[in-house]
T-cell receptor
Framework: QKEVEQNSGPLSVPEGAIASLNCTYS??????FFWYRQYSGKSPELIMS????GDKEDGRFTAQLNKASQYVSLLIRDSQPSDSATYLC?????????????FGKGTKLSVIP | DADVTQTPRNRITKTGKRIMLECSQT?????MYWYRQDPGLGLRLIYY???????NKGEISDGYSVSRQAQAKFSLSLESAIPNQTALYFC????????????FGPGTRLTVT
C-alpha cells in the first residue's frame, strides 16, 4: 500500500521562527506533491505544489523536494499565530491506470505568540 | 460565491436511514472526488469520477454509492447509515488539463446516532 508519512506533532514554534514540516512517501514513481493547510473544522486549503527536485518559494512558504530520498518538506518563515493549523502532505500515486491523491495524516503546528 | 459547495453542512441522522450529500462546483473542472476525514485516520478517498460517465471506487467505498448527475454535480449516498459513518465529508474537484491539484468544498459534518 502506498503511504505518506508525517509526524503528527504537535510542533510548537515561537512567533517569528521558522517552522519545518516533513513528509516521506513510499511510491518511488510519484511525480506531484502538495501541501495543504487545514484549520480545525475547516476544509483543506492548497498552499503549495512542487513537481521538481529542489526548492520552490512562495512568500513565507518554501517547499523542498528530494525524490531520491522520497522526502518533501515545507518551511514557513516568520511564523505567525495565524499559521497555527494542521498541515497535510499529499502525493499523487498511480495504480490500476489511474492517479490518486494520497494524504498523510497531518502535522499540527502551533505558533506561540 | 464559493467555487465548490456542499449541502447540507451539518446533518444528524439515525441508524438505518438513507442520506444524500450533494456537491456542486462552478470551477469548470471535470474530475470530482468524495473523501471522509476521521480523527487520527486522515483523509480517505471514497469515490471519484473523471467525467459524467466515469465512476470509480476509492479506498473505502463499502456502504456508499455515488451519482454524477452532470459535470458540475456529484452526490454521495449512504444507503443505510451506521454510527461508524459519523465523520467529516469533503467533496473535491480537479482539472484533467491541469496539474492534479485538488480543491475542496467546505465539508459536511455527518453524525449517525
Amino acid at each position: 500500500q502506498k503511504e505518506v508519512e508525517q509526524n503528527s506533532g504537535p510542533l510548537s514554534v515561537p512567533e517569528g521562527a521558522i517552522a519545518s514540516l516533513n513528509c516521506t512517501y513510499s511510491d518511488r514513481g510519484s511525480q506531484s506533491f502538495f501541501w495543504y493547510r487545514q484549520y480545525s473544522g475547516k476544509s483543506p486549503e492548497l498552499i503549495m505544489s512542487i513537481y521538481s527536485n529542489g526548492d520552490k518559494e512562495d512568500g513565507r512558504f518554501t517547499a523542498q523536494l528530494n525524490k531520491a530520498s522520497q522526502y518533501v518538506s515545507l518551511l514557513i518563515r516568520d511564523s505567525q499565530p495565524s499559521d497555527s493549523a494542521t498541515y497535510l502532505c499529499a502525493v499523487i500515486t498511480s495504480g490500476a491506470g489511474s492517479y490518486q491523491l494520497t494524504f498523510g495524516k497531518g502535522t499540527k503546528l502551533s505558533v506561540i505568540p | 460565491d464559493a467555487d465548490v459547495t456542499q449541502t447540507p453542512r451539518n446533518r444528524i441522522t439515525k441508524t438505518g436511514k438513507r442520506i444524500m450529500l450533494e456537491c456542486s462546483q462552478t470551477k469548470g473542472h471535470d474530475r470530482m472526488y468524495w473523501y471522509r476525514q476521521d480523527p487520527g485516520l486522515g483523509l480517505r478517498l471514497i469515490y471519484y469520477s473523471f467525467d459524467v460517465k466515469d465512476i470509480n471506487k476509492g479506498e473505502i467505498s463499502d456502504g456508499y454509492s455515488v451519482s454524477r448527475q452532470a459535470q458540475a454535480k456529484f452526490s454521495l449516498s449512504l444507503e443505510s447509515a451506521i454510527p461508524n459513518q459519523t465523520a467529516l465529508y469533503f467533496c473535491a474537484t480537479s482539472d484533467s488539463r491541469g496539474s492534479y491539484e485538488q480543491y475542496f468544498g467546505p465539508g459536511t459534518r455527518l453524525t449517525v446516532t
